[in-house]
T-cell receptor, first 113, second 115 residues
Framework: DAKTTQPNSMESNEEEPVHLPCNHS???????IHWYRQLPSQGPEYVIH???SNVNNRMASLAIAEDRKSSTLILHRATLRDAAVYYC??????????????FGQGTRLTINP | GAVVSQHPSWVICKSGTSVKIECRSL??????MFWYRQFPKQSLMLMAT?????????EQGVEKDKFLINHASLTLSTLTVTSAHPEDSSFYIC???????????FGPGTRLTVL
């Protein structure tokens, strides 16, 4: 899997938007961009994924750069429950040998009340 | 979303004993499951890929004789930490693949403490 780079930590205030960046300059044309988050003492949970177009779901939005070398996870209105480590992971679903997820260090998001 | 459970959620054992951790896909069948280990303040590290009806595939540096994996059914994979030592204390997390897109769903984790 191609490597991703994320800031180690970010901090934001409750009810404000949060933009979590991810760089993936070596992404291949068939790699999907996945975001997972891990709340304290829990297993990771899926947040969102995309290939080329921006994506929205009930949890977040994913903005993908036109050249696909970077992406941004957007939490529109952060709550205290969004405090977690956010992981940006690249994965090619067609590659049977690459079904495992390789986790980097992620971004530890702190939300201030 | 799909549900994956782990049992137990936490366990404390004495050094030298063996501990078995179960991972179940509750509402779907999973031919492939994964086992991860996570030390405090660190990221998840993949230990092995568990395939139903066949031997597990271990990542480099993971001792297969110490971490025994059995995937005997489409809904259950077990990880047995044999002769556990304090350095095996960690948060063990499993995940299961579902569907043609192979979405991955994670269990809640099992915290192992070896005294």
């Amino acid at each position: 899997d191609a490597k991703t780079t994320q800031p180690n930590s970010m901090e934001s205030n409750e009810e404000e938007p949060v933009h979590l960046p991810c760089n993936h300059s070596t992404i291949s044309g068939t790699d999907y961009i996945h975001w997972y988050r891990q709340l304290p003492s829990q297993g990771p949970e899926y947040v969102i994924h995309g290939l080329t177009s921006n994506v929205n779901n009930r949890m977040a939005s994913l903005a993908i750069a036109e050249d696909r070398k970077s992406s941004t996870l957007i939490l529109h209105r952060a709550t205290l429950r969004d405090a977690a480590v956010y992981y940006c992971i690249l994965r090619d679903p067609r590659n049977q040998g690459a079904q495992k997820l390789v986790f980097g260090q992620g971004t530890r998001l702190t939300i201030n009340p | 979303g799909a549900v994956v459970s782990q049992h137990p959620s936490w366990v404390i054992c004495k050094s030298g004993t063996s501990v078995k951790i179960e991972c179940r896909s509750l509402d779907f069948q999973a031919t492939t499951m994964f086992w991860y280990r996570q030390f405090p303040k660190q990221s998840l590290m993949l230990m092995a890929t568990s395939n139903e009806g066949s031997k597990a595939t271990y990542e480099q540096g993971v001792e297969k004789d110490k971490f025994l994996i059995n995937h005997a059914s489409l809904t259950l994979s077990t990880l047995t930490v044999t002769s556990a030592h304090p350095e095996d204390s960690s948060f063990y997390i499993c995940s299961a693949l579902r569907g043609s897109y192979n979405e991955q769903f994670f269990g809640p984790g099992t915290r192992l403490t070896v005294l």
